[in-house]
């Protein structure tokens, strides 16, 4: 049967009704899945809106100013803008967050707004002149061994002599040990804001040279002390100009410095990695007797406020550091005496400093 074509084919009603559906069908489908992409969009802006009326109460404010008032006179303070780590979001927040966002993309956009807000610290002059320091340490111990100091109660009593000669890295109140023995390390590493606002006198009296976050730059005006940024990204950073990531222990914001300035073996004492402690890991603590965790009763002594520990996550990141040390023919040793860890190879001290 010869069928019409062009001009001359008859056009059947059923067929011009079922495309018209299919139109209409095609449009309504259409229509929603631009309503779906658009949504994510007006919820980030509900969400924008809702942290700024959050940081424009008045007990942010009040927060803010009973920081600057805690700040030593005579110190330049500049206020910085402060975007909130997302676990310090209020829960409500969190959930709306949650709900709408994949996990990878919350954690992209939340690095992205880091970023953002690093970029104000630029306009800073002593920010870069922070950073050529920075840079001018980079890669400066080529072939070199180092020490990582814990505080944990296998050194209690070490003899700081075995030491000599050897670059070795404080972590936050390890400097207790040294001033008992009228020393002095090579570094001191401190990132937590419980440690730092409580010692902050003790820290800046240090003669060493310290690592703290930006945050703090306030606070420290001495030449003695650098300031980097801390990451929320997790990663291992091997230039810490760009930053670095906590990982749930000092221990490893140290590893990303040594790296950073190139030391070939990073040797571990004081890492016990064994805590004693009520509640759940990051809990913000109120110490009630005396530390039985540190190698000094007093390290965080009744009435310390301290973030108990968490091991699951230190872990992960010696992983992390472990394998960028590798990758680069450079290694970590663990000469720590009886400590719980088992992620690096064990090795006696003077063997590892050998």
């Keep these: 049967m010869h069928r019409a074509r062009g001009k001359d084919r008859i056009a059947d009603p059923n067929t011009i009704g079922h495309a018209r559906t299919s139109f209409r069908a095609h449009q309504q489908v259409w229509s929603k899945q631009q309503r779906r992409r658009h949504r994510p969009y007006r919820a980030l802006a509900d969400v924008g809106w809702r942290l700024e009326q959050k940081y424009q109460a008045d007990d942010a404010e009040a927060e803010q100013e009973q920081y600057l008032e805690s700040v030593p006179r005579g110190k330049a303070v500049a206020r910085h803008m402060k975007i909130p780590h997302p676990d310090d979001l209020p829960p409500s927040l969190r959930r709306i967050g949650g709900s709408l966002l994949p996990a990878r993309l919350r954690s992209q956009l939340a690095t992205r707004l880091q970023d953002l807000a690093n970029m104000q610290y630029r306009l800073d002059a002593r920010f870069r002149t922070n ?48 001033n008992a023995a009228g020393r002095s390390p090579r570094y001191v590493v401190a990132t937590n804001n419980l440690v730092i606002e409580q010692f902050s006198r003790e820290l800046a009296d240090t003669v060493a040279t310290r690592f703290l976050p930006w945050d703090y730059a306030e606070m420290f005006s001495d030449p003695g002390s650098l300031f980097v940024p801390l990451r929320w990204h997790r990663g291992f950073y091997r230039d810490v100009r760009r930053g670095l990531w906590v990982g749930g222990t000092v221990t490893f914001a140290a590893m990303q410095i040594a790296y950073h300035i190139g030391y070939r073996r990073v040797v571990l004492i004081g890492v016990d990695h064994a805590f004693t402690f009520e509640g759940k890991p990051n809990d913000r603590l109120m110490a009630r007797e005396a530390d039985p965790n540190h190698f000094d009763p007093n390290y965080f002594g009744p009435g310390t406020e301290w973030h108990a520990p968490d091991l699951a996550l230190s872990e992960i990141s010696y992983r992390m550091a472990k394998e960028a040390f590798e990758r680069d023919g450079r290694e970590i040793v663990d000469a720590t005496e009886g400590g719980m860890l088992q992620i690096f190879q064990k090795m006696p001290l003077e063997e590892a400093l050998g």
């Design 131 to 178: 950073n050529a320091s920075l840079g001018r340490l980079r890669g400066s111990q080529p072939n070199s061994v180092c020490v990582i100091m814990g505080n944990g109660p296998s050194i209690r009593g070490f003899d700081l002599a075995r030491l000599d000669g050897v670059d070795t890295f404080c972590l936050n109140r390890g400097y207790l040990l040294w």
